[in-house]
């Protein structure tokens, strides 16, 4: 019996391992043609694999390490060296993956078992069973926000993780008397204020290898290739935990949601790369910020933020897009069609924000959480992209996109696709990017203008976007305020917002924002 493990599967404690000492991992190219993925994201994953083929032959493993155009090519000369070998294999998250994985096996006289996958905290069947019992309520004593479907729903799951593993629970109740403390954690930092240094792991000859093969191979694909820095091994994964649990939990929580001009980690644990290949087990990342708060070396608003993030959010979106495929991936309840504007791909734009978060993305494969909700998926949920075609440009620029995270952050919490995992949209005018950063201070445009000359183009935008989709939107979730705005604007000002919405449009789309 030989495990076959994929490139997001590189853990060496995951259960399969522990019963064989064979293995087979694959680098297909053109799979990683699918889509122009950023050299970043191809090099971590190609560096991480080879990383971790040598780590399993230092333990033991006979390991069968193949390179191939496609994953059919590799299984053909594994077959023929192996005929009919029973292969074994951890479940992807990837919606169909798996029923094609035993397809190309099958079809070469092999057979493949698939068994769970243990890179995440909770099992589908752990979250089917809490969804079907009951997907709203608990009848908590804690505190939900019982205003927001969403954040109950995914608070509720979050809810029932805790109580179900423990974590920062004191016996039934949450450790420190509240399950989160979400009103801690808005800060912006002052002025003075500078961010905790962020580690950077050098790229050793392995990795520079696989660059220069990307650099070759995948020459045209969008984002910088040079600047790489992510940890490819498990011990470097665990270096970068160690870090932020001594060196930026302490801040995580209050300046979780902040954004600073020409700073782009903040106190944020750029962690998801390494968990997302599998170098990094959920709990490994949870206990270690759990024991710092037990320590005193962590405050609790920050901790129990990280931990939400980690086993609520994290699980949460898989089990979401697990249950939804494949309906999520083209959902579009608002039914959006604009094309992504090309400051998408070049960063031209004299908007701030914009700039620095496509900049971002472009130089490093990465932004941070509220980048990626409330400047990137905002302007295009407010101008009008399709939420599929924004799923395409999530998935090929970040560091850490599979499609089973990517889909349901973007088409479902950013786009607002479908109504499966948020009762309201993301939508926000340049009133909240102004409030959580320091970016509108000096941009060209004005925050406080909504028409006329450098008005802020969030603003015209987002009050057009309420109204192109009020009849879908009016009634929904936590919009009722919004909508009290929307009543209040006359026919003058509607018209002076839609022909400001319409101009920005026409520029955003020659590229003149
Ligand atoms: P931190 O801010 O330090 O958070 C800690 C960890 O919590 C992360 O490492 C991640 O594992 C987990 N986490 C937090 N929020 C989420 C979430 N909503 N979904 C899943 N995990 C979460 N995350 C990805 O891993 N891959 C993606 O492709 C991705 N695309 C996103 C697209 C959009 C539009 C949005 C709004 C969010 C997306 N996220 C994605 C979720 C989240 O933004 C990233 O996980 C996070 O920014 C990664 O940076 P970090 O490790 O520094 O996170």
């Not at 087990?281 to 759990?290: I, K, L, Q, S, Y």
């Not at 905002?378 to 101008?383: G, M, S, T, V």
């Amino acid at each position: 019996m030989t495990v076959w493990l994929l490139g997001d599967q590189l853990h060496p404690g995951v259960t399969p391992l522990q019963s064989t000492d064979h293995v087979l991992l694959v680098e297909a190219y053109q799979f990683a043609e699918r889509r122009r993925y950023h050299p970043q994201k191809l090099t971590l994953v190609f560096s991480a694999m080879r990383h971790f083929r040598d780590d399993l032959c230092d333990r033991g493993y006979d390991v069968t390490y193949l390179r191939a155009e496609t994953f059919g090519d590799a299984l053909d000369r594994y077959f023929e060296a192996n005929p009919a070998d029973d292969l074994v294999a951890m479940r992807s998250p990837s919606h169909g993956a798996d029923e094609w994985r035993q397809r190309l096996v099958r079809e070469r006289g092999g057979t493949l078992t698939l068994v769970e996958n243990d890179l995440f905290l909770t099992s589908p069947a752990a979250f089917d069973a809490w969804a079907g019992v009951d997907g709203s309520d608990e009848g908590d004593s804690g505190e939900p926000d019982a205003d927001d479907e969403t954040t109950f729903r995914q608070e509720d799951w979050y809810r029932h993780v805790r109580r179900e593993t423990g974590i920062l629970m004191a016996g039934a109740e949450p450790v420190g008397g509240a399950w989160n403390y979400d009103e801690e954690n808005r800060e912006t930092p002052p002025p003075e204020w500078s961010p905790p240094e962020v580690p950077r792991f050098e790229p050793d000859e392995k990795t520079r290898e696989v660059q220069a093969f990307v650099a070759d191979r995948y020459g045209d694909h969008w984002g910088d290739p040079n600047g790489f820095r992510w940890p490819v091994t498990r011990e470097a994964a665990l270096q970068a935990l160690d870090h932020f649990v001594s060196v930026r939990l302490p801040e995580f929580g209050a300046y979780q949601d902040a954004m600073r001009g020409g700073e782009w980690a903040l106190c944020h644990s750029l962690l998801s790369a390494a968990m997302n290949l599998g170098l990094l087990r959920p709990r490994e990342v949870v206990d270690p910020a759990v024991e710092a708060y037990e320590s005193g070396d962590a405050p609790l608003n920050s901790v129990e933020g990280f931990v939400r993030q980690v086993i609520g959010w994290r699980e949460f979106m898989r089990h979401v897009y697990r249950r939804s495929m494949p309906e999520l991936a083209s959902a579009n309840q608002l039914g959006q069609t604009a094309s992504l504007p090309p400051l998408y791909w070049d960063g031209e734009t004299e908007m701030r924000c914009l700039s620095e978060a496509v900049e971002h993305v472009h130089d490093r494969g990465y932004a941070h959480h509220i980048e990626r909700l409330m400047v990137l998926s905002n302007f295009a949920l407010i101008y009008g992209v399709d939420p599929a075609e924004l799923n395409e440009w999530f998935h090929l620029g970040f560091v850490d996109a599979y499609h089973w995270v990517t889909t349901p952050n973007v088409v479902g919490m950013g786009s607002f696709g479908t109504d499966v995992l948020s009762s309201k949209p993301y939508a926000a005018s340049a009133n909240y990017i102004d409030k959580m950063s320091d970016y509108c201070a000096d941009c060209p445009y004005a925050k406080s203008k909504t028409t006329g000359e450098n008005a802020c183009p969030f603003n015209a935008l987002y009050w057009d976007f309420l109204k192109r989709n009020e009849e879908t939107l009016r009634g929904t979730g936590r919009m009722g305020l919004m909508y009290a705005h929307v009543d209040r604007k006359d026919d003058a000002e509607w018209r002076a917002i839609r022909e400001r919405a319409d101009d920005l449009r026409s520029a955003a789309a020659e590229g003149e924002l």
